[in-house]
Structure formats: structure tokens, C-alpha cells
């Protein structure tokens, strides 16, 4: 009788534990599986080239020249065209056969020198980006190779640009003018420019709620503010070089590498509340970073390691990586890979 007493003694005292065991295990979610299926293409800074990497195998099966020092890289919304901004000494804007995966054409910038920021309208034949040597924004049809229109910053270094999901407005960075610039694309004029904290570059406008989160780089902060007001609504300190930042899906999530301090810090963007950090290897150099086209998962190049690596955004947690060439930046991923 004595043993049988102790024998529920011990089963009553260790229930709750298996219990918090049980429940601790079913709240907390697993990594999801990396995608066996479509393409990566990455930018390899010093190699002037874009490689694709297949994610099944984990390879490079191809690889294409761009101009000299390539930066960006942006995927059209039908999924068959990709350009390159060849920002160093390029002056230019590679423009590749996704299908085929040639060059379709390269598209010289005389007057709209040093290419970098870059992003694609809607109609997949059009291009914005920014000419930080000429203070515009210029608009390309990478079909014809014509530049169609542009628009003068009038700021210093004009370098990433974002767009407002409409397609009438651009937000760039001016990272010398301390300033982030409102462009009206179908005026072809600006309509102001709204004043930042020192050495802005990182941006990229949060469309559920108009703001605009954007990274300052001489005193590493990354900042949430009103596009309209010009009121700061959140900052954060403690970044050294807050490269770029992303949104999942349903923008619940911001998600910013910081390429001196080699980690990628988590943000809640409805409650402003920073929710996580992940640490990178040492000496990684986290650069470009672009969303899964329909999964939570964000896929970022390590510019200093070679390689880029795919995040699970909900549990923080490298799920794979993959090969690239030297100094990889500006990276897409191709849902679906047609040979």
C-alpha cells in the first residue's frame, strides 16, 4: 500500500512538468523545410556576374556578366526578366532572359550615371532606380532600352528607392543630403523631400500602414516614420550598418541585417517592439535579402562568406544555404525554373 501511495506521489509531482513539456513543445513552431523547387540569382560584386543557383541541388548552374560592379538586382512581376544595376563603373543596366538565362541586352546610362537602387512597375517593362551621380531617378523600358523618363532629387547620393503600392509615388534615400526624397511618378516631379537622421540608405515603405522604415547609418539607428506628417513613430539603436529592410508577407515583420555587427534583428511592426536576433557566422557580411515569392522565408547574401542563406522568418532559423561567387549583394528568387 506504502508503494502504491509513492507511486502517485511521483505521478502527481512530475504531471505539471510533463504537461509544460508537452505544451512548450506544441506553441513553439519547427523551421519549415526549404524549398526544393526554382532559382536564385545573385550579383557577385567583384565578379561582375550574376549567378543562378539551383535551390534543389544547391549549385550554380549558370553564371552571366553584367557591367562593372553590379549592386542591385530585381525580378519582374511575370517572373521573365531580371536586370542589374552595374553601379561601379558600369554606368549601366544589364538586362537578362530569365527563361533562357542570357543577357538580353545592357542598357548604357550617360546621363543617368551610378545605377543603384532599383525596382520594377507592375507592367514587368518598366524600371525605377536612382542615378546617385546625377541626383535623379531615372525610368527605363528594359524591352526598347530607352530611358522614358526621370526625375531630379537635387540631393546627394541618391541610392535606394521604394515605392508606394499604387505605383505614383517613389521614396528615395539621399544619403549625403540627409534626406529622404517624395518623387511623384506620374508628374515627373518631386514633391518634397523629408529630412532624416544622418547617412540614410536602407528603406522601404511599409504599404498596410503608409510608413516608411528606413536605416541611418553614421549612428546605426534603423527609424519608423510618417511619410505624410514627417513625425518619427519608432527608432532603434545599437545597429552599426542596418543594410536593408524586408517585411514578410503580411507585414506582421520587419527584418533587417546589419552587414558590420553580422546579425539580422526581428521587428514587430505593429507594436514597434523588437522580437529577435539572429546571429550570423563570424565575419559574414549579411547584404541583399529578398521574401520567398509565397512562403515566409527570406533568402540573404553573406557577402563576405560567398554564400546565401535562406531564414525561416517565423522561428529565426537557418533552414539552408547555398554557393554563390565573390562579394555577392542584390539577390531574387525564381519560383519556377523552366529549363
Known amino acids: 500500500m506504502r508503494r502504491f501511495f509513492k507511486g502517485i506521489l511521483v505521478l502527481v509531482t512530475a504531471a505539471p512538468f510533463v504537461c509544460a513539456s508537452i505544451a512548450q513543445s506544441e506553441s513553439a513552431p519547427l523551421p519549415i523545410e526549404a524549398p526544393k523547387t526554382g532559382l536564385l540569382a545573385v550579383v557577385n560584386k567583384t565578379d561582375n556576374s550574376v549567378s543562378f543557383i539551383d535551390v534543389a541541388s544547391q549549385k550554380i548552374v549558370n553564371t552571366l556578366a553584367t557591367g562593372q560592379g553590379p549592386h542591385e538586382l530585381v525580378l519582374s512581376a511575370d517572373g521573365k526578366w531580371a536586370v542589374s544595376t552595374d553601379f561601379i563603373g558600369g554606368d549601366s543596366l544589364t538586362v537578362f532572359d530569365v527563361h ?35 541626383q535623379q531617378l531615372g525610368i527605363v523600358n528594359i524591352l526598347s532600352g530607352k530611358v522614358t523618363g526621370s526625375i531630379k532629387t537635387g540631393q546627394n547620393t541618391t541610392h535606394m528607392v521604394t515605392l508606394s503600392k499604387d505605383e505614383t509615388l517613389a521614396f528615395t534615400t539621399n544619403i549625403r543630403s540627409n534626406s529622404i526624397s517624395v518623387l511623384d511618378l506620374a508628374k515627373g ?68 541585417p546589419d552587414f558590420r555587427k553580422h546579425n539580422v534583428r526581428f521587428f514587430d511592426t505593429k507594436n514597434k517592439k523588437e522580437i529577435g536576433l539572429l546571429a550570423l557566422e563570424k565575419e559574414a557580411g549579411p547584404q541583399g535579402i ?7 522565408i527570406a533568402y540573404l547574401s553573406l557577402n563576405l562568406k560567398n554564400k546565401i542563406v535562406a531564414i525561416d522568418i517565423a522561428t529565426q532559423t537557418i533552414i539552408a544555404e547555398y554557393p554563390t561567387g565573390n562579394n555577392p549583394d542584390g539577390v531574387i528568387f525564381i519560383e519556377h525554373q523552366i529549363h
Open 100 to 134: 533562357s538565362q542570357k543577357v538580353a541586352r545592357t542598357i548604357e546610362l550617360p546621363e543617368l550615371p551610378g545605377p543603384h537602387g532599383i525596382r520594377f512597375l507592375n507592367d514587368s517593362v518598366r524600371v525605377v532606380f536612382s542615378s546617385g551621380k546625377s
Open 290 to 296: 529578398i521574401l520567398h515569392p509565397s512562403k515566409d
Open 189 to 256: 516631379d518631386k514633391i518634397k523631400d523629408i529630412a532624416t537622421e544622418a547617412m540614410p540608405e536602407a528603406i522601404n515603405l511599409h504599404t498596410h500602414s503608409n510608413e516608411l522604415w528606413y536605416g541611418a547609418n553614421r549612428d546605426g539607428k534603423l527609424l519608423v516614420v510618417n511619410p505624410e506628417s514627417e513625425k518619427v513613430l519608432a527608432s532603434w539603436d545599437g545597429f552599426s550598418f542596418p543594410y536593408r529592410v524586408l517585411f514578410n508577407h503580411d507585414q506582421s515583420v520587419a527584418i533587417v
